[in-house]
Each structure stands twice: as C-alpha cells, then as structure tokens.
C-alpha cells in the first residue's frame, strides 16, 4: 500500500497561476520528497525537505512541512503549459513509498 | 550512458510467458530500487537493492516475480506465467546513497509491460 496521498487527485489552473499540491502521510519520516512525472516518462526528483526543516524554496517551487500534521505541500508559482505533469510525493524509512498523485494541467 | 537506463521500453507477452526486464543504473550507484505502476497510480514499491545484497522483496506481489542484481550493477525483474493483472509499467531506479531515503533517486524511463 502507498505511504502518501496528494490532494487534489486532479488540478486545473492558466498559466500564470498558482498551482498548490498537498500530501498527507501515515508514519514519522526522516524526510519528504517531490517527483514529477510527464506522460509516458520516469519520475524526476524535484526538492527533498528535512523532518526539521519547515518550508525549502528551489526555484519557482515552494515546499512546506508540516510534521504535527503528517502533512506537506508543493507550490508552483507562476505556473507553464510545461509544467503539465503528475506529481507525487514520496516517504519511507528504509525505501521510498509514493503516493497516488496529483495530476496537473496547466492550460495556454 | 549518464541515467538510468531500462530496456525493453515495451513488451507485449501472451499469458503464461515469462519476461525479463532488464535495468542499468547510474554507474556506481549503491541502491537499486524496482517499482510497479498501473495506469493513473502512484509507483508501488516492489524491491530494494544495496549492491548485490536484495534487501527488502516485502513488495513482490507473488512468487512468480523475481528480482536479481548479481555484480551490484545491471539488476533483472523476471516475470514468471505472466498474468493479465502484471500488466502495467515497471519503473527502475537507483540512488548513489546506501538507503534511498536519504536522497534523491533517479528513475529510468521504465519498461511497458502488456499482457495479452
């Protein structure tokens, strides 16, 4: 079974917005990673953010963790047509457990 | 080559065929880490390798499935009586660090399993 569940399952946005993802887990963590998935591709690696660390910034995404709430959130700022992917969030004590994901649109 | 690579990108097998995946990580890279997706899913975790050493098979869904990394680089994921229900995408990927939680992992583009 899955770790992690994002919220919402699917997001439709312009461009230029705000895209705002959430993930809730089950067990403690040591930490809490972002993938991104296109179409048909493998996972891509995004921002990884440390159980002591409350909010990390990597470009036009911004990560929030919230460990009393077992949860966390992905924010796209000023989101592209090329941003249109799946994203997943993804814990684990000894591997790594997705979740279900949150697929993105972002329309022209 | 510089990523992760998986062949064969698709495969399509009758019920009953066995298959073998074929994944070559990152060279040097320590961990080694097989997953399933089923369309419209998350990638569900299925083993977890440490060089040679099979550390976690706790996601393995039945004894027809086995996986092997016998010189701690090039790992196979074979499929035994293939069945409908293992149709879906097998996703390899490896981490340069000795348990993958602690950093990132790099993901092959995986290999499309069809069962007819």
């Known amino acids: 079974s899955q770790q992690g569940e994002e919220d919402p399952q699917a997001l439709s946005i312009q461009e230029g917005e705000n895209a705002t993802m959430n993930c809730s887990y089950k067990t403690s963590i040591n930490n809490l990673q972002w993938y991104r998935q296109n179409s048909g591709r493998g996972l891509v690696h995004l921002i990884l953010i440390r159980s002591n660390e409350r909010e990390k910034h990597s470009g036009r995404l911004r990560v929030t963790l919230d460990t009393s709430k077992k949860s966390s959130s992905l924010l796209i700022t000023a989101s592209r047509a090329a941003d249109t992917a799946s994203y997943f969030c993804?814990?684990?004590?000894?591997?790594?457990?997705f979740g279900t994901g949150t697929r993105l649109t972002v329309i022209p | 080559g510089a990523g992760v690579s998986q062949s064969p990108r698709y495969k399509v097998a009758k019920r009953g065929q066995d298959v073998a995946l074929r994944c070559d990580p990152i060279?040097?890279?320590?961990?080694l880490f097989w997953y399933q997706q089923a369309l419209g899913q998350g990638p569900e975790f299925l083993t977890y390798?440490?060089?040679?050493?099979?550390?976690?098979k706790s996601g393995l869904p039945s004894d027809r499935f086995f996986a092997e990394r016998p010189e701690g680089s090039v790992s196979t994921l074979k499929i035994q009586r293939t069945q409908q229900e293992d149709s879906a995408v097998y996703l390899c990927?490896?981490?340069?660090?000795?348990?993958?939680?602690?950093?990132?992992?790099?993901f092959g583009e995986g290999s499309r399993l069809t069962v007819l």
């Open positions: 993804a814990t684990g004590a000894n591997n790594l457990f």
């Open positions: 060279s040097g890279h320590v961990s």
């Open positions: 390798f440490q060089n040679e050493a099979q550390l976690d």
């Open positions: 990927a490896s981490s340069s660090h000795r348990t993958g939680f602690t950093g990132e992992l790099f």
